[in-house]
């Protein structure tokens, strides 16, 4: 039963002057020390949990968020960037809205959780206590899944999947390529974050290139899976735009990725060694080090949620959204973590508040930029089912081959509007 | 926000959402619509915020705040039948029932963009 007091009926008879800004989930707390929430991780999935329990609960709940970094750099976009249709500075974002609109944010890195004592342990030794914890730690990549790569390796072959220094890295090194350089792109298996993503980026190397009025180069990409995402409107796009330059192998054809060699940037496959003037390697992903340490991950290397509440399946204390759980039929990109982040907020405001929850409901769609004003789209929405976030029969869609340009266009233009809102929903 | 000095009125959760939803209503001066509840509109609108939150007239993605209530409500429906073109509306509307569509309008109808 929901209580309806005094305060909240005489909001609701006001509200001729009233904006639903005003939060309707009037809490029931009386003079005790608030609920805390504590979220790990200032992405799409934290900064939108944090912000979204923050505002909603109007302060009747005491929320912290921890970021190392002062600023984040989006990495959905950042394709856009490797193809000189942003600056990376358009890419950055600081925190001072989330901390305006009520978050305390920690800029330290968490190093630990104890999920006993319920605390995060940060860096420095600083102990956070929670009743809820939300983790959206992101990716971190797997770098044996590639024989010969590395940390150290990535500073010649750039992985680029987390943005920041390693994008910029990835388009100096593109902006310094001659023609007839070969680009190798070693793409990763599922589940990875942003499954359109190598393939855009694919399509911006090439852009760049192809801007230079350079034609002897090329992009071989060598997929450790047997499709993409979006495949068909893709290869359509590169035979429109650029014929002959994006090779796409799969693994029948190149049998299997045997090394990399940073030192000589070679690139061996069961087909052939190439020698890359560049060599974007995107290896196997996992959950960000402090998910999988405190337990939360199974043997995928992500988290297993509850689908109606995106709750750990192993502490029902804490919540993991974004890339770093097992999203069921969701893919991993930033839209879905925003999703997630929603829910999450939802059943953390209603629980710590004792207010009203409603049913969990998620949807995702994903832009990918071919060439200037060819922009291709997929998407579905979700909902529990099956013991998993399932997609919603019917609801899919996907960008279809020999679509009018307008339609292109339009798409391009919506993404570019996605992405002031998810940015402004998320940081403010 | 409930303090110790204040008195709550217990109501039943439909009674005073009824109550909240009408008042809310005849406040934005709309006839008020049977199913349109306030809370269940804030929770859907964070779906809408994604894309929706900075749209202005300029923009591609139309701003939807302060749209009537009628108008909100045959445009969700236009998509949800696929009347009107954008697969990405008519997968948003697809799913939402008639009060789910409703408490949007009637949250879309009040509600304020975000700065």
């Not at chain 1, 987390?162 to 070969?182: I, S």
């Not at chain 2, 009408?22 to 306030?38: H, K, N, P």
Request: proline share 6%; net charge positive; aromatic share 8%.
């Amino acid at each position: 039963m929901t209580e309806m007091t005094r305060r909240n009926f005489n909001l609701f008879a006001g509200a001729s002057l009233a904006t639903l800004s005003t939060p309707l989930f009037a809490p029931s707390v009386l003079a005790q020390a608030k609920p805390r929430l504590v979220v790990i991780g200032g992405g799409p999935g934290g900064a939108t949990v944090a912000r979204y329990v923050a505002n909603e609960s109007a302060g009747a709940v005491d929320v912290t968020m921890i970021e190392p970094l002062k600023n984040f750099t989006t990495c959905f976009f950042s394709n856009l960037y490797v193809g000189g249709f942003r600056d990376i500075k358009s890419l950055r974002h600081n925190y001072d809205k989330v901390r305006k609109g009520g978050v305390n944010v920690v800029q330290v890195m968490a190093g630990s959780i104890d999920r006993d004592k319920k605390q995060v342990l940060l860096a420095g030794g600083a102990r956070v206590s929670y009743d809820r914890l939300v983790i959206a730690p992101g990716i971190d990549l797997k770098w044996d899944s590639v024989p010969g790569y590395s940390e150290a390796a990535a500073q010649i072959m750039p992985h680029a999947w987390k943005p920041g220094a390693q994008t910029e890295l990835l388009v100096k090194k593109l902006n310094a390529l001659k023609d007839g350089d070969l680009i190798v792109m070693v793409a990763p298996p599922n589940p990875f974050r942003c499954p359109p993503g190598p393939y855009e980026r694919a399509s911006m190397f090439a852009h760049v290139l192809k801007k230079k009025g350079y034609k002897k180069s090329k992009i071989i990409i060598v997929d450790a899976k047997p499709a993409f995402s979006k495949q068909g409107v893709f290869m359509e796009g590169w035979e429109k735009h650029y014929p002959g330059m994006i090779e796409w192998q799969d693994p029948k054809m190149h049998g299997g990725i045997k090394s990399v060699d940073p030192k000589t940037g070679q690139v061996k496959t069961d087909l052939a060694t190439y020698k890359a003037a560049l060599a974007n390697i995107i290896p196997a992903q996992m959950a960000g080090k402090i998910a999988r340490d405190a337990g939360l991950a199974d043997q995928t290397g992500f988290c297993p949620i509850d689908p109606e509440s995106m709750k750990s399946k192993v502490d029902p204390n804490i919540f993991v959204v974004g890339d770093a759980a097992i999203p069921g039929d969701m893919p991993k990109s930033a839209f879905s973590a925003n999703s997630q982040a929603k829910v999450a907020a939802m059943v953390i405001r209603a629980e710590l508040t004792k207010s009203r929850a409603f049913p969990a409901r998620y949807s995702n769609t994903c832009w990918s930029l071919i060439a200037p004003d060819d922009d291709i789209k997929v998407g579905a929405s979700y909902a529990p089912g099956d013991g998993k976030i399932k997609e919603t029969g019917g609801s899919g869609f996907v960008s279809q081959k020999n679509e009018a340009a307008d339609i292109r266009r339009q798409n391009y233009k919506e993404s570019v509007d996605w992405y002031n809102g998810i940015v402004a929903d998320v940081f403010g | 926000m409930a303090t110790a000095g204040e008195c709550p009125i217990y109501l039943s959760r439909p009674t005073g959402q009824a109550i909240a939803a009408y008042l809310l209503a005849i406040a934005a001066g709309a006839t008020a619509s049977y199913g349109a509840d306030a809370e269940l509109g804030r929770y859907l609108s964070s779906e809408c915020m994604t894309c929706h939150g900075t749209a202005t007239s300029d923009t591609t993605i139309p701003n939807i705040f302060g749209l009537g209530q009628a108008r909100f409500a045959e445009a969700l429906r236009a998509y949800r039948a696929k009347a009107l073109p954008n697969p990405v509306m008519q997968t948003v509307a697809g799913r939402l029932n008639d009060d789910d569509i409703a408490s949007l309008a009637l949250y879309f109808e009040t509600a304020r963009k975000p700065k």
